[in-house]
């Protein structure tokens, strides 16, 4: 009995010097609060980093919340809502443009190309740019990266968007698919799964990607104010350093084995079409293999919406693009 009571005792005290312990790592953790854009297999190496435990041991605990749309996003970053903006990098030029003193700076690159797909009704089995001429073309939102990107490549194979199609871009963003789906348009812009999705009920076909045609841009990027750089570096490069180690993890596993680790996060998407979008996003190279941001794609990305005529002014990739930071995670 005794021996019991002496056994007792040991677990007891075991339980009172664990419990403070546990509880203690937990708050050494540092908190960052992430607004992204939108839910999308689009941002699979984010995610990874997450579920793989990338993040926990840079000794950051992530607050990941979707902000649906640009506006949103930025909003919740420049009120303090949201420590760290995933978004597309236009959306710091467009807040430069505004005056503000403490500008948003780009200091990690997610993806390095254009995510849309073009959809189309019907089935064509040796497609041609040309064939959207005449036809009611389903774009994004106007302003939007998405729409500058899909005009983008539509000049770059001589169509003019406002003249030699019929043009729809006032269907809110979360509408646009359902819209196709009720018969408008001949031809739609859309992001995946949505397009696999959509393919695979039968509703019509992925002819082109918008993404191989629009070059590299730094499309979705981390970003935050300045003085929340300054003040928190230490933790910026940490973040840094996790997304480093989840892009070098996604490159080096298949789309399967992606799929698995990121299901979680897409609940109503089945295991299949989730690999098949992101082999897909993988054999275009459409997630950036290091998070530097580098002058061309700064480049690309305003002669874009320079072309859209939503460019306010160019401005020097050094005033809103940290690359010391991703170059110092980048380094082996």
């Not at 443009?97 to 993806?111: E, H, M, R, W, Y």
């Not at 169509?159 to 509408?175: E, T, W």
């Not at 039968?202 to 082109?208: D, E, L, S, T």
């Not at 109503?268 to 530097?292: C, F, H, M, W």
Request: hydrophobic share 40%; charged share 25%; net charge positive.
């Amino acid at each position: 009995m005794k021996k019991w009571i002496k056994a007792g005792w040991i677990i007891l005290i075991a339980c009172i010097l664990i419990v403070p312990l546990a509880a203690c790592g937990k708050e050494d953790l540092t908190k960052v609060r992430i607004a992204e854009v939108t839910r999308s297999l689009f941002y699979a190496p984010q995610y990874v980093a997450i579920e793989k435990g990338f993040f926990k041991k840079e000794g950051l605990d992530i607050d990941l919340k979707t902000t649906a749309g640009g506006d949103k996003t930025m909003t919740a970053l420049l009120s303090n809502g949201a420590d760290v903006a995933l978004v597309g990098s236009e959306t710091s030029i467009y807040v430069a443009a505004q005056g503000s003193k403490d500008p948003v700076i780009n200091f990690a690159q997610l993806t390095q190309t254009d995510g849309t797909f073009l959809f189309s009704r019907k089935k064509i089995d040796n497609f041609n740019w040309n064939m959207l001429k005449g036809s009611t073309f389903l774009g994004q939102r106007k302003g939007g990266m998405p729409q500058m990107a899909g005009e983008f490549v539509l000049k770059k194979h001589g169509i003019n968007p406002q003249k030699d199609l019929k043009l729809i871009q006032n269907i809110d963003y979360a509408n646009i698919s359902t819209a196709f789906a009720s018969g408008t348009g001949d031809f739609v812009q859309l992001f995946e799964p949505t397009a696999s999705i959509f393919e695979k009920e039968g509703k019509g076909h992925i002819v082109a990607s918008f993404g191989t045609e629009s070059g590299h841009l730094p499309y979705t990027t981390y970003m935050s104010k300045k003085s929340f750089i300054k003040k928190n570096k230490s933790t910026v490069e940490k973040f840094t350093r996790a997304i480093k180690e989840a892009q070098d993890w996604v490159q080096k596993h298949n789309a399967g084995e992606v799929a698995k680790v990121i299901q979680p996060y897409f609940e109503d998407t089945d295991l299949q079409t989730i690999e098949t979008v992101i082999n897909r996003y993988k054999s275009q190279g459409s997630y950036a293999t290091d998070p530097i941001l580098d002058k061309k794609e700064w480049n690309n990305l305003q002669d874009i919406m320079n072309e859209a005529g939503e460019l306010p002014s160019r401005v020097e990739h050094s005033k809103l693009v940290n690359t010391e930071i991703a170059e110092k995670a980048s380094k082996k």
